[in-house]
């Protein structure tokens, strides 16, 4: 016990973990997303942004103090204060979704999208296909590499990956601080009219809040290996970090959105995020900027590549450990090398029905463990609240793997409050966490 104490106050190891944190969170989507959303929010830019922290930087805070908070040793022993089928199923249906299926395969893509193909020049269809299977063959042998000592990861990502990271990152947003492109434009879409609500969501892109039951695993990991024991320090540098992670993350979007914003009067409205960082990197650097950009989005999947592989391995080698942590990563990193090939395009069109289901309930069992204590932890209150967010889950992934016709559209639409703008599933749920409430205190009266 004597050695928590110190090593729970130390504050290098604070801000190696809090960084490490953010950066395992921080991977290309949570570039892109802002900057695009900088230049559709235009001159409602702030409400935007306020909206946009709130899921993008306040959700995964919040799923990585529930882990802290509730003393759980993963996310399947959290959710499996609803049933333990229920918490096993959620488990793997979350870490196949945000690892091997999808977000770690992205990693490879994204950043070959961004950081080589530019450098290409206008190559073929048959050398495309064979420059991404080299760039991800070794994109994957290094994040294997580096997955392969979990225990490393603070000093090799905390201590050395984000503090490039964020200096790559701090020179190229701080040039469109220090000599702005121009000034906001008008918004556009529905950031005209709720520019707060549209932030909110677009917030919901960056998936983070999925990844933080996930990543908290490897920070508490991370933390005992370095000598933290005592449960109520482990949790409070648990969260502590979480809080750090969440305040870079937030900073890093509003300067990147700033710079979205501010770039509408030079280029003009851009496709994506992706060809607004580019656009802005060769203003203000010329081809030095696509060496800059690549760096930062290379960077900054890398390290998500390797948190996704290390929690992954390490879960799968938890429910099932007659096959070893090193297996795992390797049959993770090879589906992960395999799927990367395949094209972005595909790997989203498979997975984000799966995602638009994982989301709600991901929120919900979040809220529900810091009210766990207002209810005394009752499973009553847990199957009501699941059970009434899984109904409308199910009912968006259905809707976005085949759609619905205008007549049920309308139908659901009138029938769920804010199903229009994907908050079907709040009225649900609020109305399942009363119900369970009412039937646990009639329940205990009964006893």
Known sequence: MATSTPAAGDKSLFWATGLMLFALFFGAGNLIFPAAMGQQAGEHIVSAMLGFMLTGAGLPLLGVAAIGYSGSRDVQELASRVTPLYGLLFAVLLYLSIGPLFAIPRTATVSFEIGVVPFLGEPSESQRTWALAVFSIA????????????????????????????????????????????DFQAAQGEFVTRPLVKGFLEGYNTMDALASLVFAIIVIDSIRARGVSDKKALTSLTIRAGVLAAACLALVYALIAYMGAS????????????????????????????????????????????????????????????????????????????????????????????????????????????????????????????FATLVVGLLDAYKTAFGFSDEAAAAINNALPLYDIGLGWLMPAAAGFVLGCILNVASKKKN
């Open 263 to 386: 770039s509408v009067g030079l280029f003009g409205m851009l496709g994506n995020g992706a060809a607004v960082l580019s656009q802005v990197a060769q203003h203000y650097f010329g081809m030095s900027g696509n060496i800059l950009l690549a760096a930062i989005v290379f960077l900054a999947c890398l390290s998500t590549s390797v948190g996704l592989i290390t929690s992954c391995a390490e879960y799968f080698n938890r429910i099932w450990p007659r096959v070893s942590y090193r297996h795992f990563a390797i049959v993770f990193t090879l589906v992960s090398c395999l799927l990367a090939n395949k094209g972005l395009a595909g790997i989203i069109s498979f997975s984000i029905p799966m995602l638009m289901l994982l989301y709600p309930l991901t929120v919900v069992i979040i809220l529900l463990a810091f009210l766990d204590k207002l209810f005394g932890g009752s499973r009553l209150v847990y199957v009501c609240t699941i």
């Open 139 to 182: 994109f994957f042998a290094v994040s294997y590499w580096l997955a392969m000592s979990p225990g490393k990861l603070i000093d090799r990502i905390g201590k050395v990956l984000t503090p490039f990271l964020l200096l790559c990152i701090a020179v190229l947003v701080g040039a469109s601080v220090l000599w702005p492109m121009g």
